[in-house]
């Protein structure tokens, strides 16, 4: 009993340490990771998430890949223009590892390759383009390295998605240029502001004034017209007025008593004016009675 007692605990050791070898291999795959394998040395396969088993001392974990994507802001880097102006600008690139296996054995550092690569890639953009064509053609020049950055880190497993210029720092003195001509700029448009206002305000005062004058003369036009209508009816009722006591005279006087009558108002008229001299016949002189029996006749 006591010879079989150091077997039992040899075989109970044995066992915990079987468990513990297979418990150590067991391994659970995070979302958004892969884990390279590596068995004898030679690349076995990638793990996606979820729980895995590996051979104890004979696979090994070669490396684990965040697939998620990744910002790198790399320091800014001199370069010359093609009219020969050296700027200084800074570049953020994401990217994002589609291959685990290629990321692992492609290149040794990656990020150190896609740093020098853009910086390569970055100066022979710019020495292509002038200084106002840098500064004014971002997207332009981030699409370009995009894509070359895309193609050549390809065969490492890795997608660059987007690119961009974060900085771009001419030389002083090319910044303090950029800066009065901007001045100028702004001190221009500013005058012909102010020149449109001012030429704006005179056409509206103008405007103003012929519509004041234009209604000033519509007014004393009806005024005018008002004015005449009234005279032609009062002359119209004077007239009516004159008709209407002539037809009564005539109701009360004969014709041929009137007529004559007429005249001589007619004469009287004319005897008013300082040069008029007038011969009155001897008949005329008996129309006075005439006349004055008229008057009578009215009266009555």
Do not use: C
């Not at 051979?55 to 974990?61: A, K, N, Q, S, V």
């Not at 050549?152 to 497993?157: E, F, I, L, N, S």
């Amino acid at each position: 009993m006591l010879q079989s007692l150091p077997q039992f605990v040899a075989i109970i050791i044995l066992i915990l340490i079987a468990l513990y070898v297979i418990a150590s291999n067991i391994r659970i795959v995070p979302q958004s990771q892969s884990y390279v394998i590596e068995r004898l040395g030679a690349y076995k396969e990638s793990w996606d998430t979820g729980l895995h088993l590996k051979i104890p001392f004979i696979e090994r974990i070669a490396s684990r890949v965040s697939l998620k994507e990744r910002v790198v802001d790399f320091d800014p880097q001199p370069v010359i223009t093609k009219d020969n102006v050296t700027m200084m600008i800074d570049t953020v690139v994401y990217f994002q590892i589609t291959d685990p296996k290629l990321f692992t054995y492609g290149v040794e550092n990656p990020i150190s390759a896609i740093e020098n690569l853009t910086a390569t890639t970055l100066r022979n953009i710019i020495g292509d383009l002038e200084l106002d064509e840098s500064l004014t053609s971002r997207d332009i020049i981030n699409t370009k390295m995009r894509s070359i950055l895309d193609e050549a880190t390809d065969p490492w497993g890795i997608k660059v998605n987007r690119v961009e210029l974060k900085n771009i720092l001419p030389p002083k003195d090319i910044q303090d240029a950029m800066e009065k001509q901007m001045r100028a700029e702004r001190e221009r448009r500013e005058a012909i502001l102010r020149a449109e206002g001012q030429k704006r305000s005179a056409i509206l005062i103008a405007e103003g004034e012929k519509a004041s004058k234009i209604l000033s003369a519509e007014a004393y036009r009806d005024a005018t017209i008002k004015r005449a209508e009234g005279d032609a009816d009062a002359i119209i009722l004077v007239q009516k007025a004159y008709a209407e006591g002539l037809s009564l005279v005539l109701q009360k006087v004969p014709a041929d008593v009137v007529v004559p009558l007429k005249g001589l108002e007619a004469l009287e008229k004319i005897a008013d004016t300082p040069s008029s001299k007038l011969i009155i016949p001897s008949e005329i002189q008996s129309l006075a009675g005439l006349a004055a029996s008229a008057q009578e006749i009215m009266k009555k």
